[in-house]
Structure formats: structure tokens, C-alpha cells
Nanobody, 127 residues
Framework: QAQLIESGGGLVQAGGSLRLSCAAS????????MGWFRQAPGREREFVAA????????SYADSVRGRFTVSTDNAKNTVFLQMNSLKPEDTAIYYC????????????????????WGRGTQVTVSS
């Protein structure tokens, strides 16, 4: 099955930027959607952003819209999450996910439509 490896996490001051990457390897030909989710300490995992591989369909959580941008490099089977104007409340483990089914933009936020998950990368934003 496909494997996802995230990178780019770290410690940044509030107002700063980070760029997360997620490289997919293995049998990736059936993957049609890529998503980012995050989980803060003591909280449930939540949707952040997602896209189809062609990026003609994207979706963002209200909390990050206008600050985060999801993009892809199809040739490298990689999806990126550019995070600007970071806030302390963005602190979390960020997970990359890949799905084999596109059911509509509204379902890009639904974890159940993702088949593969990475192990996560820590993002810490200091105030």
C-alpha cells in the first residue's frame, strides 16, 4: 500500500511561516485526493486542508483559510502545505492523508474518505 512521509515541521514564532511536505511512495496511481489534518494535545484530530491531485478542487478549514495554502507536485507525488501568519493555536501534530475516492468537495474534510495516513510532523508556534 502507499506510504506517506511528512516533513517540514518545527518550532516557529507567532507570525512566522512553515512549509510542510508529504511525499507519497509505493502504489500511488489510485490516489486522487490528498489532505492535511492536525491534532493538538487533548483535542481530537481535525481537518486542515485538502486537494485533488490536479488542485482543481481544494478545501480549507475556516480557521486556516487565507493563511494556509495546499499545493501539489504531481511529478514528485508530493503535496505541500504552506502555512503563513502562524498562531499559537496552530500548534499540533500535522498528518498527511491520501484517498482513493473523490466524492465531492464537501467530503474532502471527511477522514473516512482517506485510505492512507502518515505518521505526522510536529508544528509548534510560540507566542
Amino acid at each position: 500500500q502507499a506510504q506517506l512521509i511528512e516533513s517540514g515541521g518545527g518550532l516557529v514564532q507567532a507570525g512566522g511561516s512553515l512549509r510542510l511536505s508529504c511525499a507519497a511512495s509505493g502504489p500511488t496511481s489510485g490516489i486522487v485526493t490528498m489532505g492535511w489534518f492536525r491534532q493538538a494535545p487533548g483535542r481530537e484530530r481535525e481537518f486542515v486542508a485538502a486537494t485533488t491531485w490536479s488542485t482543481d478542487r481544494t478545501s480549507y478549514a475556516d480557521s486556516v483559510r487565507g493563511r494556509f495554502t495546499v499545493s501539489t507536485d504531481n511529478a514528485k507525488n508530493t503535496v505541500f502545505l504552506q502555512m503563513n501568519s502562524l498562531k499559537p493555536e496552530d500548534t499540533a501534530i500535522y498528518y498527511c492523508a491520501a484517498g482513493r475516492t473523490y466524492a465531492g468537495r464537501a467530503y474532502l474534510q471527511d477522514e473516512s474518505f482517506y485510505d492512507y495516513w502518515g505518521r505526522g510532523t510536529q508544528v509548534t508556534v510560540s507566542s
